[in-house]
């Protein structure tokens, strides 16, 4: 009975032990945040302007090129940013305006007071700042995340959208052969989630980009650090894991009846998180769409390949930047 009365105080002194490791852990691999006005000073731009849609929302904004010029919107994928954009923003803004934003909780733009970050809130966002610049017709694009709000605004504004660009966008109900980001398994396990939030080591961020791409070149240490920091803005962790929490995959297939505007679809043939088959999959629901499969790139196009992603946008704009004026 003595032998069996020393087991519950030893799991109580391995509950202990555990729990003492998990805290050193913390203290030794915590990561803090990074002030908002550094992050502005080192990742903003002479175009960057802070917006308030809301009251609490402030968002990151830059409206580049010539102001008479046809308008192309740019929507960025989960954690990354305006950044994204910028090899064809330097491209387009001779010629085009060119609107790129961070969605709340990304980039330089912060948490919101309500923690929503769906799919939903951020098409409303969208709507809010094509409101505050007057913009009545345009082309939009997006990557990843930000092509699943494109086409859902596409849809609920068709009258707006002159052309549509997807790239290797969200959309397929269920994606084969692909790999789910494990942040949305994260996500769901309290205690792992709240130490993510505070523990974010750069090496995590260095294999995220690496696996997500195929151009291995573009996985520079500024790259990996923009991303990296971008992170460490005050609140957005905390945010990303609730975005990451409220996720659901939505079957819409039927909204894309609405998208009649012509359409773009651009998809990297490596893409290991979104597989190139989800473009056959665009392609048979958009009556308008035409695809391009880009070799030897993966998920984020338009850094991968600038000039090759771009070239199919351009014949689009062609197409509608006329008869929108």
Do not use: C
């Not at 903003?44 to 402030?58: H, K």
């Not at 923003?89 to 909780?105: C, E, G, K, M, T």
């Not at 017709?137 to 997807?166: C, E, Q, T």
């Not at 460490?232 to 905390?238: C, D, H, I």
């Amino acid at each position: 009975m003595a032998a069996k009365s020393r087991w519950p105080r030893r799991i109580a002194i391995g509950a202990g032990a555990v729990v003492l490791v998990i805290a050193g852990l913390f203290i030794a691999f915590q990561v803090p945040d990074i002030p908002v006005e550094e992050l502005r000073a080192k990742y903003g731009s002479p175009a960057s302007q802070y917006v308030e849609i809301a009251p609490g929302t402030v968002i990151h904004l830059r409206d580049e090129g010539p102001r008479d010029g046809f308008p192309i919107v740019l929507l960025h994928g989960s954690n990354a940013s305006l950044h994204t954009w910028e090899p064809w923003v330097a491209r387009l803004s001779p010629r085009y305006r060119v609107i790129s934003f961070d969605f709340p909780a990304h980039g330089l733009s912060g948490p919101v007071p309500s923690r929503d970050y769906s799919q939903g809130a951020y098409v409303a966002v969208t709507e809010r700042i094509v409101d505050r610049l007057g913009l009545t017709r345009f082309a939009i694009a997006g990557n990843s995340m930000g092509g699943g709000v494109a086409w859902h605004y596409a849809a609920a504004h068709p009258d707006k959208v002159a052309g549509l660009v997807l790239v290797d966008s969200v959309g397929e109900p269920e994606p084969g052969e692909s790999t789910p980001p494990i942040g949305f398994r994260i996500a769901g396990m309290p205690v792992i989630r709240d130490l993510l939030a505070s523990v974010l080591p750069r090496s995590m961020i260095d294999q995220s980009l690496h696996q997500s791409v195929s151009v291995q070149s573009i996985v520079t240490p500024a790259a990996v650090d923009r991303y990296w920091e971008l992170l460490r803005y005050p609140g957005n962790r905390s945010a990303t894991m609730d975005r990451f929490a409220g996720y659901k995959r939505q079957d819409d297939t039927a909204l894309l009846k609405a998208v009649t505007m012509p359409t773009r679809i651009i998809w990297g043939r490596e893409d290991k998180l979104i597989p190139v088959s989800s473009a056959d999959w665009f392609s048979k629901h958009l009556p308008n769409a035409r695809v391009t499969i880009l070799d030897e790139v993966g998920h984020i196009a338009m850094e991968e390949a600038p000039d090759r992603s771009l070239a199919p946008v351009l014949t689009l704009l062609e197409q509608v930047a006329p008869a929108a004026k």
